[in-house]
């Protein structure tokens, strides 16, 4: 496969390097680029597309894509306005047998992978709350771009990616979100913002700040027979994954650790799995997206787009 990447900013740099000698043109109408438009680009030079580009212009990229028989991975979020034209790409992606997909690569973090297989193992028994933690110290980044900081802000940016892991840990058991705190403490749109799903199984509590000036992941699932933990992602790392068995009636619980110091695999990883579903011809049905579009917008009462 031979792709394109449009959108040559901090991410679309990232792809290039993960893609190698598969990386064929950049398309970026105001960087340093091959091409500035897509249309540009002789079609039978290229298999695929990455789309790292702000989020009001991903849709017409996917769409063109979708149109022209391109298969296309898109930087997250991904938000479709109207369910007509979510029927009008997955009618158009089958006659054209044509792969989308959403890239959220903390999916493929070596313990995020471990706690969905200790969720799924029912190990933990009944599970109370989960509750997430997601910080950077990128808030003056965000404020000096041109169109990060609009709209909401950290809740598309982190947010996404946390809502993403929910629905990878806990699946259909997700219950909506609403928005408990939204601050603009340095930003235009958010900095900070809480999420909380009450009426969850289990209750779910996601934190998300541009202001945690040493980046940090952390996770604390409460069960009815242990708990699990994580404590930063690798690209951060160490990473630690620590498992405690419950003791009756009570005491110190037994505990497994697990520490991974490396380099962050979830591109390589998440590349690897893209090419399998093409190879695959795995239709989307944005299932995924949508739902995460529904929480942030409902949950933030704001119009989307």
């Avoid at 597309?49 to 149109?67: G, M, R, T």
Wanted: glycine residues 4%.
């Amino acid at each position: 496969m031979k792709f394109v990447i449009v959108g040559m900013g901090v991410q679309g740099q990232k792809r290039k390097k993960i893609l190698g000698k598969a990386f064929k043109y950049s398309v970026d109408k105001f960087k340093k680029a091959d091409y500035k438009f897509i249309d540009q680009i002789p079609s039978n030079e290229y298999d695929a597309v990455i789309a790292c580009v702000p989020d009001s212009e991903k849709l017409k990229i996917v769409k063109f894509c979708i149109e022209n028989k391109k298969h296309i991975l898109i930087e997250k979020p991904f938000f479709i306005p109207t369910s007509k034209i979510v029927q009008y790409m997955k009618k158009k992606m089958k006659q054209n047998k044509v792969v989308c997909y959403t890239a959220y690569n903390h999916r493929f973090e070596p313990h995020f992978k471990k706690m969905k297989d200790l969720i799924d193992s029912n190990v933990l028994g009944k599970i109370y709350s989960c509750r997430m933690f997601y910080g950077n110290g990128t808030a003056k980044l965000v404020n000096r771009s041109k169109w990060r900081d609009k709209n909401l802000g950290i809740i598309t940016d982190l947010g996404s990616h946390l809502l993403d892991t929910c629905l990878f840990w806990f699946g259909k058991k997700v219950k909506d979100f609403k928005l408990v705190s939204s601050r603009r403490f340095e930003n235009r749109s958010p900095d900070h913002a809480v999420l909380i799903s009450e009426n969850s199984i289990p209750k779910i509590e996601l934190e998300m700040t541009y202001f945690m000036w040493r980046n940090n992941f952390n996770c604390d699932i409460l069960a009815e027979k242990g708990s699990a933990h994580i404590n930063s992602l690798c690209k951060w790392g160490p990473s630690v994954f620590t498992y405690r068995k419950r003791v009756f009636p009570s005491g110190k619980p037994k505990e497994k650790k697990k520490i991974l110091i490396q380099k962050d695999p979830t591109w390589f990883s998440e590349l690897r799995h893209y090419k399998d579903l093409v190879h695959q011809r795995k239709i989307a049905d944005f299932s995924k997206d949508i739902w995460i579009q529904k929480q942030i917008y409902k949950s933030s009462k704001s119009k989307l787009f």
